[in-house]
């Protein structure tokens, strides 16, 4: 069995893949702690979340083992899960969750024939880096301040819109603890902390008397309703809710940052070819696969967990060790009630989403601030995704106002023809079709 791997060839054994896939779910297992919890506000039941965000992840990081060999783990992705419930869902009146899913589920299917095409690669060839730059960072932005929001810290005001919250709310206090000590957790470097964060916030929650486990810790786990019954269904939803730039906001976002994420680790695990990735058809498809899949079920898109450069530092080299990361997800399901439980706290899972977004803003530092024409465009996505609830949004004022600058300036030639394509089109949304 371990032959499929190439252990040697790799320069790698069996018990360091088996630590290494243990560091990375680890540092990813919040996953199915906090997504449950976002996609609870767009009205998805927690079982039905709880459980297809485990089925995204295992067949996701089983396909990335089993066909490209590489210690990549695949869940649904921080971000997009907000932006399904905050934006998509929480912003369209008459769009209910499973017309999202619908979405969801089309972005899927697209993602897996762009895997499979050339039009993958010039696709992210013809986005400018600013705005690729931009785009992490104001999701970074986004997913912060919902954090900030549930814990209390930030609240709505009349005047200013937002506003210092109560900081003596015990659950304000609660939260403010467990964000120091995951910070505390991470400044030390160790594997884990925003897990390990969680669990000691839920003790200390015990304790006071905010958490019980009435439920009790575990339970057999359920297989859930599928969502997605029809596929002609779905694509028939997006057209008649006119989900376009949905779908392509969900398509963009999965695409560069999954494509990122998986250059990345596999640059630090030193199994890049110059520049290019081997198997990388196959890798995409783990992703696509997953997120077409995971709408079926009940969760939002996958994508390439950048938590996987733990278990890279800890010697995996290998689909080994993300088949050890499928296994513990699989084992994780039977553990419901607890997970169910810690999740309808939103003090212990917030301080993950402000972490989260924290790393994610690091992107500002690569933007080119020198030129208005680039710095522009980057700089109003990470301002609008946040104060607009809307990634789409976001997306579409940075694709906008990046050729209509160029071209002011005479760069057009340095824009690409489907920059300006989707410039047309994002305005087309913006001004004819209702939000």
Sequence with gaps: MFKLFRLKENGTNVKTELIAGLTTFLTMVYIVVVNPVILKDAGVPFDQVFMATIIAAVIGTLWMALFANYPIAIAPGMGLNAYFAYSVVGSHGNIDYVTAFSAVFVAGIVFIILSITPFRSKLIEAIPVNLKLGITAGIGLF???????????????KENLVQLGD???????????????????MARNIHGALFIGMIITAIIALFTGQLSFDKGF???????????????????DVIHHSLYAVVFSFLLVTIFDTTG????????????????????????????IATTIGAIFGTSPTSAFVESTSGVAAGGRTGLTTVTVAVLFIISSFFGPLVSAVSGLSAITAPALIIVGSMMIGSVSHINWSELDEAFPAFIIILSMPLTSSIATGIAFGF????????????????????YLFAVLFFLQLAFIPH
């Design 261 to 288: 994420t998986m250059v990345g680790v596999a640059e630090q695990a030193g199994l890049m070819k110059g520049k290019t990735m081997p198997r990388a058809r196959e890798a995409l498809l783990s992703d696509s």
């Design 167 to 185: 900081l003596h709310n015990p659950l304000t206090i609660l939260a403010l603890v467990g964000l120091a000590i995951t910070l505390i957790l």
């Design 218 to 236: 575990v339970g057999m786990p359920h297989f859930p309703e599928f969502i997605i019954h029809n596929p002609i269904t779905a694509f028939s």
């Design 143 to 157: 997913i912060a301040f919902i954090g900030l929001r549930q814990t209390g810290v930030i609240t709505a005001s």
């Design 400 to 419: 906008i106002s990046y050729p209509i600058l160029k071209v002011v300036r005479g760069k057009w030639r340095e824009v690409h023809p489907l920059v």
